[in-house]
């Protein structure tokens, strides 16, 4: 937290977040509201803009034509009952964004691991931070790990995201040393 290039970026993205929460507030919106577009917008970048960059990029390169694909949609009935919770599916469009979940939480694991074994609690705080907020944006990821049936994650997003975090993070530790 003492380090001078911790400092800037922290100071933006806490008054860029401070300014965005008073607007809302200033609009009569909930701080509920705000955080949960806040999520939104973490979770729709990492899933449907990724996507949507690969197919342009696919595109341009002449590799792929563009296919539309029908999707189920959900009915109204019973909404109410289940408002708030993410009805996931087999689409390989939830791999990344729980694959950045685990990433997180590994690097969370390891990060706190680091300071307990080491007693220097200031030694990564920065990071912890970043990966805190992270897991917290991704929350409906976690319950969906805990959940079953349409609320759950399908157990082959979890093995395929699975695999990229353990790949990623064995690469990561053995690059470092």
Request: glycine share 6%; charged share 15%; with cysteine.
């Amino acid at each position: 937290i003492t380090d001078p290039e911790f400092r800037l970026p922290a100071a933006v993205f806490i008054i860029f977040n401070l300014y965005i929460l008073v607007e809302y507030l200033l609009c009569g919106l909930s701080v509920r509201e705000w955080w949960n577009n806040q999520r939104m917008a973490r979770i729709v970048s990492s899933t449907a803009w990724l996507f949507g960059l690969l197919a342009v990029l696919l595109k341009v390169f002449g590799i792929s034509e563009t296919v539309f694909e029908l999707t189920r949609k959900d009915d109204l009935e019973g909404a109410s009952t289940e408002a708030g919770k993410f009805i996931f599916d087999s689409s390989a469009i939830y791999v990344p964004a729980t694959t950045l979940l685990f990433v997180n939480l590994a690097a969370l694991a390891l990060g706190l691991a680091k300071v307990v074994m080491d007693m220097e609690a200031t030694a990564n705080v920065g990071e912890l931070v970043c990966c805190a907020w992270v897991v917290l944006s991704f929350l409906p990821f976690v319950k969906g790990l805990f959940r079953r049936g349409q609320h759950g994650i399908p157990w082959p997003t979890i093995c395929k995201s699975g695999t990229v975090t353990l790949t990623f993070v064995c690469l990561c530790r053995w690059f470092s040393n």
